[in-house]
């Protein structure tokens, strides 16, 4: 049973007066399903008050006095206990079936505050490291390549370079990379194979010149790696390892601490390179005019997980273009000879 229906027509006496100034008289007060009906005694209805919108003026305190709004002028005097209690039952039941709006507010508020906390943990760090490397210059980006690159060398031990390795070694970059050569630098077998630094900075593994019979397996490598930081921003890479207070020095002073750059340096010289699909490998081999199967054979001697790239060289079947001089490529085989 509800408690409109428990109540349905509950009767009592008490005190009404239409205003302020009004006289007090005895009336009839019935309890209805949604109204406070107040009659004489003969039942002639004096007023309808609607139960939702009834206020006690005088909480705790007898006889009750009730108004039909916050703002009414009319009271209803009231010392009947059973009419007391079923109207206060009504009216929370009546209050719990309304709509809340500053419940509602809170749950919004809440919501919406769980919202801004996921975006400032999850996403505004990802959102600033972005915007951090989009603004940042070119001869920033050289800076800080230059700068992690002397970490690396710290680490791996310093770059080869001969007098003669040294043109040797630009003049295959030049060749593999006509339209944005990048600086190359080859380092002993402490390295992965390759390595992209921000600012153009190409790093090689000596075992690709010292350990191989042509210049295409080095090219080879490098076109991968080209491949690799095309899709994978490197000072993007930096940033993301470094952290959202690196990146928000970055933003305000342009460059970043030196234990920022070594732990990055670290990073790179353990993480394994991930690998370069042959669907995206096979078009650069063809725009650069180089054979693919000397690069396969040199990261599989069987062929059996690079058969794809052999069996779709570009340059099968046809002559491939010569990079560099029997004496270039001597000269750079020899580059880490010191």
């Excluded at 508020?109 to 972005?130: D, I, K, M, N």
């Excluded at 339209?179 to 600012?199: C, E």
């Excluded at 030196?258 to 353990?270: F, P, Y």
């Amino acid at each position: 049973m509800t408690a409109l229906s428990r109540y349905h027509r509950l009767e009592a006496s008490g005190l009404w007066r239409d205003g302020p100034d009004g006289q007090r008289r005895e009336v009839v007060v019935a309890l209805g399903e949604a109204t406070l009906v107040i009659a004489t005694s003969a039942g002639t209805a004096l007023a309808h008050w609607s139960l939702s919108a009834i206020v006690r003026l005088n909480p705790g305190q007898m006889p009750a006095i009730y108004a039909p709004g916050a703002e009414a002028g009319e009271r209803l005097e009231l010392a009947d206990r059973d009419m007391l209690a079923a109207i206060d039952t009504v009216r929370h039941a009546i209050d719990r079936r309304r709509p809340h709006p500053g419940r509602l507010r809170l749950a919004l508020l809440a919501v919406f505050s769980l919202l801004a906390l996921g975006l400032a943990v999850f996403w505004l760090p990802g959102a600033l490291t972005r915007q951090a490397v989009a603004m940042l210059p070119e001869a920033s980006r050289a800076q800080i390549g230059r700068a992690l690159l002397d970490e690396i060398t710290q680490l791996a031990g310093p770059a080869c370079t001969t007098p003669i390795g040294a043109p040797a070694r630009d003049r295959l970059a030049a060749e593999v990379f006509p339209d944005a050569p990048p600086r190359l630098v080859i380092l002993r077998d402490t390295v992965p194979a390759t390595l992209t630094l921000p600012g153009g900075i190409l790093v090689a593994d000596a075992g690709l010149v010292e350990h191989h019979e042509t210049p295409e397996v080095l090219a080879g490598y490098l076109l991968a790696e080209d491949v690799r930081q095309a899709r994978a921003d490197p000072m993007l890479t930096l940033m993301r390892d470094a952290g959202i207070l690196a990146t928000l020095r970055l933003m305000t002073q342009g460059s970043l601490a030196e234990d920022v750059l070594h732990a990055h340096a670290a990073t790179l010289l353990g993480r394994p390179r991930p690998m370069v699909a042959d669907d995206a490998l096979l078009p650069r081999f063809a725009a650069a005019g180089l054979a693919s199967t000397p690069y396969a054979y040199a990261r599989d001697i069987s062929g059996e997980s690079v058969i794809g790239l052999i069996e779709a060289d570009p340059m099968r079947g046809r002559t491939p273009r010569r990079l560099i001089s029997d004496a270039d490529w001597v000269a750079l085989q020899d580059i880490c000879m010191r």
